[in-house]
């Protein structure tokens, strides 16, 4: 009597795959794999600066506000000492036990600017333990909350974190709200670093109507750090602390409408920012092209409706191939729209007026640039909306006289039908 | 950086189509499975450039199954919307009851069907299932027991029974 297969046997029978069986589109998947693998390392590479201007800001911060000599405290503890910083534009209660290690006015790296800070350490020895309070003006695109004055959530400063998850050496990332309703973003790190947590908080410079506002000055953040090279219990210590500090510090001064100072952070010099190149789309398929500058060049292009949630691509522009006379294309899947559409888009140099863009068995799409005459010295391109299939081969870029000023570089995802892998 | 790239390459030549099938069986749609597979496998370099993972395909594997499930949960509307919608996949060469079968694996709920492809197509046992997955080890055993018990289910249905269906054809 043959005995009926179990069904965790059957199951295990068709689930194999079948030996040297091959997968239906593997011819050309390494092409593939070798572009996407200098895309993510173009991103990397961006997210890298980012982290290096953080840190370069840190290494030169930080020996200013550490004494090179063991710490004796310059004032008496006082509990519940009200310490102001009206550069920085915040005020700040010393936790009881806690005192202010030290003070600057200003710290200003080449990649970024920091306002006024100061660190409060605990009046009990603990390895390099400290909580630093400092206004900063990284990049727009760390802005945790809502553009002041308007504009759209920023969702750039944590996206994509969940499907980073398997290489994020830091610990759990996060969003909340002040009880004053200033917005925030924050991190904590695991065990092995000497950084506990760090807490960016929306703190906009406000200028008065006869101020000539800085460019960076609505992007500021008051970062909270904690820091502590001891064991859990302390750094648990000073995570608490760090909470209590972020809900109790106060805005003064250049953070409260009509309250600046003249002439203290206004002296920095101006940062880079966030330029708005154009719009176009229609609904969920709007769009809109911008440059951001950090240390980086980085055009980005948001799609605030998409649904159900915004969507941004973000390219490094990279102008060592525009001086050589190409053009890096960027072909993306509108994968939520019923009929899903591909765009074409990319940065070219101020001069290029229109691109030629050649669509395989169709005659060429001519496409005017945009975004001319902005700070950001970049214009940029999108196209129409390109149906589900289309093979785009070239594009050129072409000044007013018609001359070619770049072209595509050779690019496998750039002739891959739209819509069809990347999307 | 120091990546043997033709090691690489090979270990590439490898996983490939391995990977592929694995996002086949848990998305049911080759293109989405392509997708994983190449995401994977760049991130597995870029781990492998840093520092060589003691497992590359163990580390390629556990990055498909997890960035398969924070797109399942980041997305999880659009893929509702798309299951609809999704063309038929290439379904897996074998014979009648294979196929039935995996058609039934197909209409699992994704983490019943996450743990019975990893357990029945990747051979692993329920603790690195649940290892895997971030699940309590219960949770797995509960899961694969109702995914079985579905599949017993609808086996036994006429619709998806192919000694059924062959004798409806033959009448």
Known sequence: MTQEPQLEDRLRAALRRPEGSPWPEEHGAFDQFLHRRSRRGRALAARGALAVVVAVALVVGLPRLLPSRPVVPATPPLTGRLLQMPAGGFEVTVPAGWTDLSRSRRIVTPGSELGSGVALRPMRRAANTMVMLYTGTLSSVQYPGTEPGGGGPDSSFSTDQASDRLEDRGGPLGRGRRPDGRPYVWQQTRLGTNQVARYAIAWPYQCTPQQACPPGARWRVLLVDGVSEEGPATRRRVLEVT???????????????????????????????????????????????????????????????????????????????????QLGVLNDCLSWLRPQAGL????????????????????PLTVRAFGHG????????????????????????????GRTVAESEPDPTLSHPVCHVFR | MTVDDLEFREFY?????????????LTGDQAEAEELAQEALVRTWWRWALHRPDDPAAYARKVLVNRHRSLLRR?????RFLARTRIEPVPPPGDEQAMVLWQAVRGLPARQRA?????????????????????????????????????????????????????????
């Open chain 1, 344 to 363: 074409v888009s990319g940065v070219v140099p101020e001069n290029v007026t229109t691109l030629r863009i050649s669509i395989a068995g169709k005659p």
């Open chain 2, 13 to 25: 030549a490898a996983q490939y189509t391995r990977l592929c099938w694995l996002g086949l069986l």
């Open chain 2, 115 to 171: 743990v019975l492809v990893l357990r029945f197509h990747e051979d692993l046992t329920e603790a690195e299932v649940a290892r895997l997955l971030g699940l309590p080890l219960g949770t797995v055993k509960s899961l694969a027991h109702r995914g079985l018990a579905r599949l017993r289910d609808r086996l036994g249905s006429p619709d998806l029974d192919p000694t059924t269906s062959t004798r409806r054809e033959a009448r």
């Open chain 1, 243 to 325: 909470r209590r500090i972020v809900d109790t510090v106060r805005p003064i001064t250049n953070a409260l409408p009509g309250g600046a100072l003249g002439s203290v952070d206004l002296a920095v010099p101006p940062v880079k920012g966030r330029w708005l190149l154009g719009t176009g789309g229609r609904g969920r398929g709007a769009w809109r092209a911008s440059i951001l500058q950090d240390a980086e060049d980085v055009f980005a292009l948001e799609f605030p409706q998409r649904r159900p949630a915004a969507a941004q691509r973000a390219e490094v522009i990279e102008p060592t191939i525009l001086i050589a006379g």
């Open chain 2, 75 to 79: 997305a999880g509307v659009e893929s």
């Open chain 1, 374 to 401: 902005q700070p950001a010295r970049w214009a940029a391109f999108v196209s129409p909306p390109l149906a589900r299939g289309t093979r785009v081969t070239r594009v050129v870029a072409l000044d007013a006289s």
